[in-house]
């Protein structure tokens, strides 16, 4: 929420109450809605990552970060406070301490969402003048807010049905300047579940093209970089978000080719299988929105690191909006040439390499295999409906 200038905390609730006329809280559940205005129905599920801040930070995140949200204080105003008491329910509860009269504490995180659906976005908190709402529906939504919960915790509620062009939106939680700190806990945005994503090694093509795809980003060497762009080759990079952070240029320069992309590859490069699905989607979404914010495009493929994934990974990418979890059919990473079908590269080929130093040689040896097979390289994502 913005306004063109600042109001005192009573001065606002005036402000609010007269321009949106409805009712500023509720303080008890209110039954989430399911149905859709276009959208599929279907079991309605809580959209939201990390609701109840119970989940540990996955290893290379970003230090101090709280996993599913982003604070723009940092660490210097948001913490997960992890005792019964502090808590709603369960053992932590997310507490804003605004380091300064010009922070409202805002914490949120991007919930995919269908288009044309109704969905209730609920959380419980604690303090004077707390705020949840969310932008990007592709309609005005009021924000749900309480003057004061008087020391105990109240449920704010508020419902809104997105747009004919919204996948995502931006929910958030905030205080008011010069308020003091607040707690938020149990987040919710109840909705209708997204189809699972689809798995695939491949791409079903008959045209003759294959696809470079090079994971992780360790080790940028500019022989590799020089290939690329000499050959004007269309590369669809996964790298983690802390070497994509280090040195985003650098992936901006290798997929430069029309065609190439930046998509998701987790955030700790664990196996995915052995966390549950709640784990699994903090590992994609976080991802994913370490590479919105880096280079402005969101992902629409996720890479599984090893290749491992179950049932809960493909709810987990469908979750965050991603549609395709993409493994592999050829490796030709460290010097390897593996074919995993009989013959030759074929059609629709994914093919898979690392940012290693020995890319600079991976990917003549891939593009020879390809020229072999009368293949050429082409752009993942042209090819994905």
Sequence with gaps: MSMSMRLSAPALSVALLTAFAVPAASASASAPASA????????TVNLVSNPGFELPSPGLADWGSIPGWTCTGGPAEAAVTTAAAAAHSGTSALTVTPANGDSTGECAQTVAVQPGTTYTASAW??????????????????????????????????????????????????????????????????????????????????????????????????????????????????????????DPAFFQRVTAVPGSSIQDHSVSHSDLSKLPLEQQQVEICDARDAMTRLFGTAPVVFRPPYFAWNADTLLAAANCGIRTVLTADADFSWGASTIWHPGRLQPGDVILMHWTDTLATDLPRALAAAETAGLKPAGLVDYLH
């Design 36 to 43: 859709s205005a276009g959208g599929s129905a279907g079991a």
């Design 125 to 246: 908190v604690r303090g004077d003048f707390v705020y949840l709402g969310a932008t990007g529906t592709g309609r005005d939504v009021a924000p749900a807010w309480t003057e004061t919960t008087s020391g105990g915790w109240q449920q704010l509620t508020t419902r809104f049905t997105t747009g004919p062009d919204a996948h995502s939106i931006r929910l958030y939680v905030h205080g008011w300047y010069q308020q003091g700190p607040f707690s938020v806990d149990d987040v919710r945005v109840d909705g209708p579940a997204p189809a699972p994503a689809v798995a695939a090694g491949s791409i079903p093509t008959t045209d003759k093209v294959v696809f470079f795809t090079v994971d992780d980003g360790w080790q940028r060497t500019p022989e590799a970089e020089r290939f690329i762009a000499d050959h004007h080759l269309p590369i669809t990079a996964f790298p983690l978000p802390m070497p994509a952070g280090t």
